[in-house]
């Protein structure tokens, strides 16, 4: 087991679930439905797509010109220390602090992960806790405005690659297929944009950095009960963790609202027990030590 901690100073943080913190950011007040369907219109998605790519001629061939998407994806992979060594990793647990920027709101979150199933807490000031995970395929989720109900479509495939240990690495686990639809400058940065889209046609936008190919950003509308809300998520502070890089900073931004994360603790290849994935069912009732069952007394022998 590898286990990590980073000083005050130096805030860090791994990869819990973007849904489960992008649930938070709407329940704690992130945009209205009104905002949330206005802001629709401008959700981060594949510049290709403004530019009617498909009806330009000149469009096509500079898309067949892009480095293949499976090239650039195999280039980060190595990039972040190689598929063995991140195939290495079959757990891990954090502990992540998290910041709702200009709300004074803020709150941690505790993340398990192990081959594929997740468990996420989520703890808001002013919110309550949320809680968020899978086992064997089946995704659950638990807050205080929605209460306990079972995560299918495209909020269930989000819960599952939004936990992975490496979307480079575990993508063809997530989705059909892969992209790339434009070498651009984001931010200042040169990257490559790569679109993933899965079995339901939901799309994910992945950006890798040209001159590192480490991941940049990612952008997607998050579905949730309470309406699609787009957002763009940036990846910073990369560090060793187990011959690994691992992106121990994430800013999400929400259109409206932006939060941070990062990371207090973090440890991989540790034991995980069954019971953390498993959806929240009737609670045992345990009888107080004074009512509990006693032996019947045997009866005494009869004399004579």
Not at 81 to 95: E, F, M, N
Not at 222 to 234: D, E, I
Request: one cysteine or more; aromatic letters at 6%; charged letters at 25%.
């Amino acid at each position: 087991m590898v286990s990590i901690s980073s000083p005050p100073s130096k805030p860090n943080r791994t990869r819990p679930s973007l849904v489960a913190w992008t649930l938070a950011v709407a329940l704690a007040g992130g945009c209205t439905e009104s905002e949330r369907t206005e802001a629709q219109g401008d959700a981060p998605t594949s510049p290709s797509e403004h530019k009617g790519r498909d009806a330009d001629p000149e469009a096509k061939d500079a898309a067949a010109a892009l480095p293949a998407a499976k090239e650039l994806l195999a280039e980060s992979v190595e990039a972040l220390g190689g598929a063995d060594k991140l195939k290495a990793i079959r757990s891990y647990h954090t502990v992540s602090k998290i910041e709702i920027e200009g709300q004074g709101i803020s709150g941690t979150a505790d993340t398990w992960w192990r081959d594929g199933d997740f468990f996420v807490e989520t703890d808001i000031l002013g919110v309550g806790k949320i809680r968020q995970g899978s086992q064997g395929g089946k995704i659950w989720s638990d807050d205080p405005i929605n209460g306990p109900r079972t995560i299918t479509g495209v909020e269930a495939e989000q819960s599952a690659w939004s936990t992975s240990r490496s979307l480079p690495l575990d993508w063809e686990q997530y989705f059909k297929s892969a992209e790339t639809t434009e070498i651009t400058d984001f931010n200042g940065t040169q990257v490559a944009v790569i679109k993933f889209t899965s079995e339901s046609g939901d799309e994910v936008i992945l950006r890798l950095d040209m001159a590192t190919k480490m991941p940049h950003s990612q952008s997607f509308k998050q579905a949730n009960p309470l309406g699609a809300m787009p957002v763009t998520v940036s990846f910073a502070d990369f560090r060793d963790v187990a011959g690994t890089k691992v992106a121990f900073k994430q800013v999400i931004d929400a259109t409206l609202t932006k939060m941070t994360s990062v990371n207090e603790s973090l440890e991989v290849n540790v034991e995980v027990q069954d019971e953390l994935f498993a959806p929240p069912g009737p609670k045992a009732i345990k009888l107080p030590e004074e009512a509990a069952e006693q032996p019947t007394p045997a009866e005494p022998e009869a004399k004579g």
